[in-house]
Structure formats: structure tokens, C-alpha cells
């Protein structure tokens, strides 16, 4: 029997705006004392009415055409009714009949390739409040609750955990990249449930769903996946597969979901327009001109880069993880042109010498920038727009190394200093005297010296035992201390030895 893997997600993220969705108190993501940023209108006070934050509703507009979805002219609130303690309202404000948009995708890139995902609706809604559960009691903090939020729910259209995993990572650097929302799961700005059934291949009937929850983690989002893969793969082996829909919640520390009492499951949630507000409605040039407005979207910028700068797919994708680094890394590489240019030693004109060299150069940086630069900006908890090294810098750093003139070991300790200092990398280079040794006379005696120092390998190399190269340019790189350059030292061994 060969099964189907059936799986959707419904998502909310926590947009990034200066006030909640309905009313003017600050929406902050950081804990503050609770229930201290709260007023009449998100307590749910009679009497009270909500205001839309316009902000809200113009990033719930990029996010949706970023998802290349149809934002609909006219999109209505609900109430959606239940009952609960951080609901103090009884009721929550959300789009149900016509929301804010539909229709989108996102297309993702697996290990099989490119897979569309289609997206059925993105809608605009409020945050309930947090209950903080105690041993002996549960408390509640309004702080949350009216802090606005997206709602995306995609298509059943995954077909394995991994894809799931990929998507939403997609869907966190886009939220980062159009600045709606910094969606860190872990903090809960990025939430997410998973709906999977399994089916027979090639069945056009889907059985009921599962539901899981409490996903903290994308890690989380696709073992618990897994999981119930292989939860309900045995249960169709053994002919009783799952008839009933039902919440699971996700146990991480027993790595297994587990079937959770969900009396909200059967709810009937009495949608109805909320009588306190009128319809969204746009116009196309409404539209437009938030489109517009939109930035480079992470996987435009991905497959321009790569083009530009020769980037391989893994080194592409992780400069374009962050929106800020990708713009640094672009204004090291032009930098870098500009300097290229202005070398008496390259010839052609500016886009033969640009095409000539930009696929080394471009390696060099990456280089540079993810592993050297990464590493200490890691240990001073730094991010790329708070580091003292300027682009210009990090390019002419780049450069030295470029024309060989100073070596690996050394540029380490220069790099080290200019993010220390933000100094100038040739500054540096003179200070410390960290200068690659060139001079051709110079090095000659240090290989006289060597030569001296070890003649029973010398004779060894004359009768054929060559490998002994690196023995001897590992001990002249050792007097010189790192300084010497290897190739002009290899070269003149050979001399002497040959
Ligand atoms: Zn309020
Ligand atoms: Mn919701």
C-alpha cells in the first residue's frame, strides 16, 4: 500500500507596529509588568470602540502581495465568539466571509526541486491575552491581548515534513525583509499549526484531519510531523485509520504528539460582521502604489546575486538570510570593482576585467564575511549594522589578501583588529608589521639559512624525495614568521635545490 502525505498550515504572525490593532497602547514585544499596557478598548470594556491601526492593515497588504495573493476590494470584520478567560471581550475580532486577501503562493526549493504552495486566505485579526499557568493557579496578563496579528492558511499542498520546515523559513525572511514582523518562533511571533492526513496514492478523497499544536519550534513543526507520519501510516497498516479530525498537541520532551481534550474543536464560533467597524476597501491604485513600494523579495534577491556575483546556491542563500548582510556583501563587491579597476596591473575595459575577476573576488568575500567576520560578530553579540568595520574597509582588507599582500594567518589578526579599532586594514598592516615579505633578496637568505640548517633533507629532495618542498618553505615560513609569501618562497627553493 502506498500512502499519501496530506498536509496544510495555518499561521499567525505578529506584525511589528507602533500600537495594537484597535486602540493606541503601545505593542511591545518585550516583557514588560504585566497588565500594564492595557486601556478600556483592549480589556473589552462596554461601551468602547475599536479603532483600526492602518499601519496593521498596510503590512497585512505588502505580506499578501509579496504572497502574490489577490487582495480583495472589500474585506469585512467578524466577530468570532467563544469563551474563554483571555478573551475578555467573549469575543475576538477577525476576518472570516471576506478576508483581507486570497489566493497567493509561495514556491520553495526542496531537495526535488521548486514546489508551489498555494495560499488560501491571509487575513487580519487580534491577539488574545496570555494566561501563566502556576501550580495552583492560572493568572492572566491583558498585555498581549489586542496586539495585531496575520493569519495565513495555506493549501493542503505539502507532501513531507521537510517541506513545511522550508516553507516557513521562507515565510519568516520575507516577514523580515518587508519588516512586518521580526518572527521569531521561539518568541512566539510566528506560530504555526499543522493539519495532516494520510490517504492511499492516488485517492482523490481526503480523510479527516489531525490537528497539531503548540509548535515552538521549525524543528518542532516537522519531528512532530514525522512523527504523526509514522503514527498514522501504522495505523493504516492495520487497517484502522484515522476516522475521526482531532487535536494533537506536540510533547517536547517525549518527542511524540498527544491527543488533547479540545472542547473548542466542536465550537459553533457565531461568526458575524462586527457591527463596530466598516469594511476594509481598496482601490487599485491603492494597491499599486503599495506594490510599488515593495522591496527586493528575498528569493529575487537570491537569484540576482548569484547571477551577479557568481554565488554558489548555499554561499547566495546565506547572504541573503539577512536582508542587511546581503547589503553589505553588495557594497563590499562594488567597492571592490572600484578598486579592481584602478589596478595598473588589469587590463580590458570595466566589464572585461569585472567579469575576469568577479567570481574569485566574490569567493573571498563570502569568505571572509561568513565564516572570519560571522565568527566574531557571534562572540561580541554584534549584528553587521553595529560592527566598526565600513564596507569600504572590509573591500580594501579584501584587496591586500587579493594581491597576495599579506598572508592568511595574518589577515586574521588584521581583521581582528579592525573590528576591534574599525582602523584602516593597511593602517594596521604597517603598524603591526604584518606585511607579506616579497623581497626577493630577503627571502633568499632565509632559504640559504634553511638550506644550512637542514642538510641531510637537502640531499634527500636532490635525490628525488620532492615532497620535502613543504618541509622546507613550513621552516622558512616559521623564521619569517608567517610573513613570508609562499609561492615566492617555494619558487626560489626550487631554484636552489634543482
Ligand atoms: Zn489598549
Ligand atoms: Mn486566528
Redesign the pocket.
Known sequence: MKLEIIIGL?I?LQIKTKSKMFCSCANVSEEVEPNTNICPICLGHPGTLPVVNKEAVRLGVMMSLALDCRINKQSEWAR?NYFYPDLAKGY?I?QFEEPLAEDGHLTITTKEGLRRINITRL?L?EDAAKNLHFKDKTLLDFNRAGTP?I?IVTEPDFRTPQETKIFLQELRLLARYLKVSAAEMEKGQLRCDANISLKTAGEDKLYPKTEIKNLNSFRAVEKALEYEVKRQTDLWQKNTPVKEQSTRGWDEQKQQTMEQRDKEESADYRYFPEPDLLPLEFTQSQVKEIKARLVELPWDKRERLQEEYALTDINAKIITGDPQVANYFEKVMMESRTWLESLESVVGDSDQIWEQNKKRLSKLVNGWLTSELFKLMNLADQSITEIRITPENFAEFISLIYEGRINSSAAQVVLKEMFKTGKDPSDIMEDKNLGQVDDLSQLSEVVDQILKKYPAEAESYKKGKTVLIKFFIGAVMKETKGKANPQRVEEILKEKLG
Open positions: 495555518e499567525h468570532k475576538q477577525t487575513h485579526e496579528l493569519e
